[in-house]
């Protein structure tokens, strides 16, 4: 075998072939979700992703006797280092991400790169796995290897842990959990108790989105979660144009009765959605949406039916995180799309996440309902 050569890429067709290793790589991975081929083009593409305008991103591909045999990104987001060090990032701190690698040596190679390009850079230490940011699909996965992931989360092969881990500079910094539980069960008594509770309380009103007014419940959902996820580790705040990159993402798969808003005394507080498991739908057409997998999307997509639901985000406003109205607002809001989903979308499943392994609240309440840890994604740090 010769040498391996790592390049940066410079071309729309390296970009493409960036983008098209990873369908390679992982082809016999059947628990791997291929993107559709578009949405993965968009992700690396500045001008398409808004966190190109405020991160500094070079590709790298690895060549070895006229074959492709891996890939990595390494970046730096400027509103990341901009944040205080307590939260995670902080002055001095890029990532890495993006990896695909044919063996232990090509992974080395291509974090060694990573590494080279973040010191050129100025950083003194790197978070990673980011792919590519935090909002994305961050960490490594340690845990769950042996059923896909839902919407939006990241599968990696175990082996890549295992590289990372065997480098040995590299620590485990944080642990995000995902949650799975049974959605066709009632939840325990107690829980059942806390929501007839709220019920009762008329300064407690529980409601639905409406996607009729789609930008302004959108506002009002991101300004409850840069509120209440602002002291989190690794919050990196959402900018003008990722708010509406993320809301055209989003629309497709949002639909009112998964997504509660809830108010106290008449002020919106707290916020939880849900989504369908995109990933269900998507899994057979490997990442292809034509000739005729976009006319079967976009059938699903106006009706899903699915086994498993995904809450991906959920906060509470920080004044009163810490208290007994939270985690009570919390449970009705589950309870309340519970329902929905297995009324309405035939639904036998949820998954919550990611949640900090040290996010005490959130771990608690889901311990509560009965879920049980069916994911772990690793974030190592090494200092440069």
Do not use: C
Request: hydrophobic share 40%; aromatic share 8%; net charge neutral.
């Amino acid at each position: 075998m010769g040498d391996v050569t790592i390049q940066p890429i410079g071309t729309p067709r390296e970009r493409r072939e960036f983008v098209d290793l990873a369908y390679r790589i992982n082809a016999n991975d059947a628990n791997w979700v291929a993107p559709l081929h578009m949405e993965a083009m968009e992700l690396m593409t500045p001008g398409k992703n808004p966190f190109f305008e405020h991160a500094d991103v070079q590709l790298y591909l690895a060549r070895q006797d006229g074959r492709t045999v891996g890939r990595i990104s390494a970046h730096i987001d400027h509103l990341a280092v901009a944040m205080d060090p307590v939260q995670g990032m902080g002055p001095g701190t890029g990532n890495w991400g993006l990896l695909e690698a044919e063996s232990e040596g090509i992974a080395h190679a291509l974090i060694a790169q990573a590494e080279t390009w973040l010191r050129e850079k100025g950083m003194t230490r790197v978070l990673a796995p980011m792919s590519m940011s935090v909002w994305e699909e961050p960490g490594q996965l340690t845990l769950g290897h042996d059923h896909p992931p839902t919407v939006m989360m990241g599968h990696q092969p175990k082996r890549y842990a295992d590289y990372i881990e065997a480098l040995g500079a590299y620590q485990p910094a944080k642990v995000l959990r995902t949650y799975e539980l049974d959605i066709t069960r009632p939840f325990p008594p107690l829980i059942q108790r806390i929501v007839q509770s709220g019920e009762k309380n008329p300064r407690i009103r529980i409601r639905n989105v409406d996607k009729s007014k789609f930008d302004a419940e959108a506002a009002l959902i991101l300004d409850i979660l840069n509120d209440a996820w602002s002291d989190n580790w690794g919050f990196v705040p959402f900018t003008d144009t990722e708010i509406a990159y993320a809301g055209k993402k989003f629309k497709p798969i949002v639909h009112n009765d998964l997504i509660m808003i809830a108010e106290y005394d008449g002020e919106p507080v707290a916020f939880m959605m849900t989504l369908p498991d995109l990933n269900e739908a998507i899994k057979p057409m490997g990442g292809k949406l034509f000739p005729f997998n976009f006319i079967k999307l976009l059938l699903w997509l106006r009706k899903p039916r699915v086994r498993t639901m995904r809450v991906p985000l959920m906060g509470v406003r920080k004044k009163l995180q810490s208290s007994r109205l939270a985690s009570q607002l919390a449970f009705m809001m589950i309870e309340y799309i519970r329902r929905n989903s297995v009324a309405r979308y035939g639904a036998t499943r949820g998954e919550i996440g990611w949640v900090l392994d040290d996010n005490q609240g959130m771990n608690a309440i889901a311990d509560a309902i009965d879920s049980k840890v069916n994911k772990e994604y690793t974030v190592y740090e090494k200092h440069l």
